[in-house]
């Protein structure tokens, strides 16, 4: 009797590893959430899982999408907090994910290292060259939420800094902080060497997001940090973003990135309708809500798109 | 809601955490046994399988979590990952304990059995391992315990279970989500701790009956 | 990713200057025996204690047996969180991390102690009472020397933990090995990754090979011999 149960466990768990390990065909390339895309060229609304990135305003976006899209009848999976664009580009193409909350700027910076556009227009067509086949961006919004350079109010004052060039005198000896793949990004380390010729006193990589980030430079173990615009801590802690004149930070709209063979009528339309009604004041002001307020995240994009998309 | 958190929430990522930490159990007990059984059989297999084996657990889980989708092709947001991952802890941890466990069955115990006519296999199943029971289950134990800690570090790869309370309320700048993912962690470590002490009692009725006596 | 890893292991940049493996080998180093020494410095005498005395045993094992639970991410951030505005430089990175270490360590070095203490052959003991020996005498000139070898065990199992688990550190932004891990995931350059495990894993064998040699010189040489017998 327990031996049968025995050999009924170990059974199943056999199949159960086979199972997930199964998976596993790097050729496979479809779909992966099963018939998301396709086939039916009516107009059924489909199935899609959608991503972030690995920081609370990606999220919220993706919340966004996800309640938009739940609301047009499609079938939605989220799978959150996926990490740095290295990381979630290649879950996108894997097909564990179908379509995430982009930013036109650091997607086409990431295709093409070389790119020299900043302006929105310039940028998007230059993403929309490098972009892969099975990948496309669908209408970009007026919403931006752009890398800068912060420092603290006091830093700011004591070595007289309102933009990234004033820092060439001082470079040397201070601390830049950000998240690890700055470093390594054309647009990060690199081209604040190149554009601005700042060589910094040293790097200090922080991975656990932009909250330890803005915590370290508050408390004073980063001199300079590498922070997003919309990030609610910069008005909350008196912290300065140093204007960037020479443009080293290219526009950072916001669009949907999503799997070609997941598209259909129903998904684009919906998120071209959430494109359209986000913009920078209600980025930011819904960050608020999130980073300062403490609300779900979840909560706070249902509150949005059952006011601005009339669900 | 506790600590900012909806109670749907908290027992999702509950479900999810034991999918991820309790299936890779049972899967590396079904892998250990025999490997113990080797090691307890053929006396020079021992030192290099449990030194083998063990080698295993000095491998930080981060990096194995990341880079089993490129030895197995997986895709990297699969829950394969994870689930190989701690299988391969929880044999690092139970090859040992099955080894010591087999080898600790006294030698007359193994005679009389062999006297009754029973084959090696026979005698393995039938009398070593039940014999086995209580220090098998005490390494399973352990494995239980440190599974469901490991398991969350898979937070930062973005594989869901209580781990990624932590790394919601991180960003957030928010305790109460990492409070509640801690609790739920030792909750649910305590829970399995407990079921496999309570399982390893009712397998082993004979010590009960000798400590009544 | 083999050949690419070999590589990057086999090239001297990779070694040397201030990011370099030994640089950061050291680091790792610095951060795992500091937190062994504060986890033994709580956990030997406690578990001493109740080897000596028998009490406050069934409290040791659960205590144990909740902070093994303990998910070290999930500590790692709240003492981040808590302690960061609190402290200046570099140690308010470092002492989050080393408490998290500490945790993970006094579970082994605890139960390896009490049971040290335990196992010493009651004999002895009375044999050493019978000589006129004071409790304090008994316990250190007999009970400690006895259960030295187990108390080794311990401290070796919660290093080869702390050494493997000290690569979290990396998250919130201090050195250490981690940081091929961490940052060898942003950039996706896997062959960094791959190689920063294999020296995290090499460290790891190196640390217990020299611990293991310790721990043959300073045990003493009748349990050697006892057991040997």
């Known amino acids: ?311 | 809601m506790i600590g900012g958190v909806a109670w749907s929430t908290v027992g999702e990522l509950v479900l999810r955490h034991l999918y991820l930490a309790g299936l890779p159990l049972l899967l590396g007990l079904l892998i250990s046994l025999p490997l113990g059984w080797l090691a307890t059989r053929y006396r020079w297999l021992a030192p290099p399988m449990i030194a083998g084996t063990g080698l295993l657990y000095t491998i930080p889980s981060l990096a194995l979590f990341i880079l089993l989708p490129l030895l197995l092709g997986t895709r990297v947001l699969d829950d394969a990952n994870v689930l190989v991952a701690m299988t391969l802890y929880t044999i690092a941890l139970l090859t040992r304990t099955v080894a010591d466990g087999l080898g600790s069955v006294p030698g007359a115990t193994r005679q009389a059995a062999t006297a009754m006519g029973y084959g090696e296999l026979r005698r393995t199943l039938v009398v070593d391992l039940p014999l086995a029971v209580p220090v098998i289950t005490a390494g399973l134990r352990v494995a239980a315990v440190s599974n469901v800690s490991i398991v969350s570090v898979a937070a930062l790869i973005g594989v869901s279970q209580l781990g990624q309370l932590f790394t919601e309320g991180f960003n957030r700048n928010d305790m109460g989500p990492i409070l509640v993912g801690i609790g739920a962690c030792v909750a649910l470590a305590l829970v399995l701790d407990a079921g496999i002490a309570a399982l390893s009692r009712v397998l082993t009725p004979w010590l009960r009956a000798g400590a009544a006596r | 990713m083999i050949s690419l890893t070999w590589q990057w292991l086999t090239d001297p940049a990779t070694w040397t200057g201030p990011g370099g493996i030994l640089a950061q080998s050291v680091t790792h180093l610095r951060i795992s025996v500091i937190a062994l020494a504060l986890a033994a410095l709580v956990a030997v005498p406690v578990g001493l204690f109740i080897g000596h005395t028998g009490r406050g045993r069934w409290l040791a094992i659960n205590v144990a047996g909740a902070f093994r639970a303990i998910p070290s991410l999930g500590v790692l951030f709240v003492a981040t969180l808590i302690l960061l505005p609190r402290l200046s430089g570099d140690l308010a990175f470092e002492l989050p991390v080393i408490l998290v270490l500490v945790l993970l360590a006094v579970p082994p070095v605890l139960s390896g102690t009490y049971a040290g203490v335990e196992a010493v052959d009651p004999a002895a003991r009375d044999a050493a009472r019978g000589v006129g020996m004071t409790e304090s005498q008994i316990l250190w000139q007999v009970e400690v020397p006895a259960a030295l070898p187990l108390v080794l065990s311990g401290l070796r199992s919660a290093m080869l933990q702390i050494i493997a688990t000290a690569t979290i550190a990396a998250i919130v932004g201090i050195g250490g090995l981690g940081r091929y891990l961490i940052d060898g995931q942003a950039s996706r350059q896997y062959e960094v990754m791959a190689g920063g495990a294999i020296v995290v894993a090499a460290l790891a064998l190196l640390v217990d090979l020299v611990m293991a040699g310790i721990q043959r010189v300073v045990v003493s040489r009748g349990l050697v011999e006892a057991r040997a017998g």
């Open chain 1, 1 to 311: 009797m327990r031996r049968s149960t025995l050999i009924t466990l170990a059974l199943s768990a056999t199949l159960g590893l086979a199972a997930c390990g199964g998976g596993g065909d790097p050729m496979d390339t479809g779909g992966g959430e099963g018939d998301a895309g396709g086939g039916d060229a009516s107009s059924a609304p489909g199935s899609l899982t959608v991503g972030s990135a690995n920081f609370p305003e990606n999220e919220l976006l993706a919340e966004i999408y996800a309640a938009a899209l739940s609301d047009a009848g499609v079938e939605v999976d989220t799978q959150l907090n996926i990490g740095s664009r290295e990381a979630y580009i290649a879950g996108i193409q894997d097909g564990s994910i179908d379509a995430l909350p982009e930013y036109t700027g650091g997607l086409a910076t990431y295709l093409n290292p070389e790119i020299t556009a900043t302006s929105s227009e310039d940028v998007l067509a230059d993403l929309q060259e490098n972009l892969p086949d099975d990948l496309q961006v669908l209408e970009i919004s007026e919403a931006e939420d752009k890398d800068s350079l912060v420092v603290t109010r006091e830093t700011a004052d004591e070595l007289g800094l309102t933009s990234i060039a004033d820092l060439a005198d001082d470079a040397g000896d201070l601390t830049l902080g950000g998240p690890p793949e700055f470093e390594t990004r054309p647009n990060g380390v690199d081209g604040l060497a190149e554009v601005y010729g700042l060589e910094f006193g040293g790097f200090r990589s922080l991975a656990a997001g932009a909250n330890l980030t803005v915590q370290s430079l508050a408390n004073g173990q980063v001199d300079v940090a590498n922070i997003f615009t919309t990030n609610p801590a910069i008005e909350e802690n008196d912290f300065v973003v140093l204007e960037d004149p020479e443009s080293l930070f290219a526009a950072q709209n916001v669009v949907p990135l999503i799997r070609s063979d997941a598209v259909n009528p129903t998904i684009e339309e919906t998120l071209n309708e959430v494109s359209a009604a986000l913009n920078t004041d209600n980025l930011t002001s819904m960050m608020v809500q999130v980073q300062t307020d403490g609300e779900d995240p979840a909560d706070v994009a249902r509150e949005f798109v059952d006011a601005n998309l009339g669900g």
